[in-house]
């Protein structure tokens, strides 16, 4: 069976919502959702599925107890993690529940497409099921332009363990991925915690914890992969990231160059910002119409209106970097 899942809690709700919405418009109502929850924190959002019969949320404590398990003994191998992490107030494992969505990989989907809450699909999936015929992984995105993000670029491992064409094809963002049911198992993975422990550890970038984790399983463990990024002809790839300014909209749907976007991610912007939104606080930010569509397209009474001027959002101050990953 294939389907879609994402991670999150209450404190994403409005994205959420809007997501799954978006999914129905363009993959159909009957696509199977399934939510990973980030923490114990999903009050609202299991009242939510409860109007949605295609969507779950993930309960099985077993799954959810031994990836946290491994993930914990995975960065206990790496050499400053825990100095970074301190250095910026995080107790435990930095933003331990962004690693929840590995539960897929338990999960009740045999193929499965991983999307954000902060993106939104945009387009048919069918294509990108249908690459999973061929490949184990499959991205979208334009990752592979900066590595800072992905693995520490200052270590001697990476040019030890990855070639320069492995780098530049194969890492990508864990924002958007399909795969599929048993890729990985840390019921099996004594041997990557055996190569982590013998110093290949240094080469996780400690603050983006689930994506370095991930990368460093694909290209570690030679999984066959593939970015549509590189791979689509010119003429049909498009970029995804709401940084880019040179996208148009249509119907509720947005173009690059003419060419319609599988899915947009919001990257970058606090999950507050649109709580704020939705809360009625006139906040501006890039495509707001087309989230604000899809968030309320099925109760459109309740789409906030606004008096007053509008306020610009500030956008993170790395916006810059992302800049840096545009096609």
């Known amino acids: 069976m294939n389907g879609i899942c994402t991670l999150g809690n209450d404190r994403v709700y409005d994205q959420i919502v809007a997501l799954i919405n978006s999914i129905e418009a363009f993959a159909g109502p009957e696509m199977p959702v399934c939510i990973y929850p980030y923490d114990d924190q999903v009050k609202r959002l299991r009242q939510f599925v409860q ?49 929840r969505r590995y539960c897929a ?87 990557i915690l055996d190569w982590l422990k013998a110093g290949e ?32 002809p010119l003429e049909q790839r498009t970029g995804n990231s709401v940084t880019s300014s040179h996208f148009t909209v249509k119907n509720h749907r947005i173009y690059d160059k003419g060419v319609p976007l599988l899915y947009l991610h919001y990257i970058g912007l606090s999950a507050k910002l649109f709580t704020r939104l939705c809360n009625g606080e006139n906040v501006d930010f890039p495509y707001r119409d087309v989230f604000l569509h899809y968030r309320y397209c099925h109760d459109p009474a309740s789409r906030p209106t606004w008096v007053g001027n509008l306020g610009a959002a500030r956008l993170p101050r790395w916006r810059r970097y992302l800049a840096q990953l545009l096609p």
């Open 51 to 99: 109007t949605r019969p295609q969507v779950t949320i993930y309960d099985n404590a077993t799954s959810i107890q031994r990836w946290d398990n491994w993930v914990e003994q995975i960065w206990a191998t790496h050499p400053t993690a825990r100095q970074r992490w301190d250095a910026v107030g995080s107790t435990g494992v930095h933003r331990m529940g962004t690693h």
């Open 105 to 191: 990989f338990d999960g009740p989907f045999d193929r499965f497409i991983y999307m954000d809450a902060d993106t939104l699909l945009l387009g048919d999936p069918a294509p990108i099921f249908g690459q999973l015929e061929a490949y184990d992984w499959v991205t979208y995105d334009f990752q592979h332009k900066d590595l800072s993000h992905v693995y520490d670029v200052d270590s001697p491992w990476l040019e030890k363990l990855f070639s320069a064409e492995q780098l530049r094809r194969q890492v990508f963002c864990s924002g958007f991925y399909a795969s599929r049911r048993g890729l990985f198992d840390p019921d099996r993975g004594q041997e």
């Open 201 to 232: 550890a240094a080469v996780l970038y400690p603050m983006a914890p689930d994506q370095t984790i991930l990368n460093y399983l694909v290209m570690r463990r030679g999984v066959n992969s593939c970015n549509l990024a590189l791979t689509l």
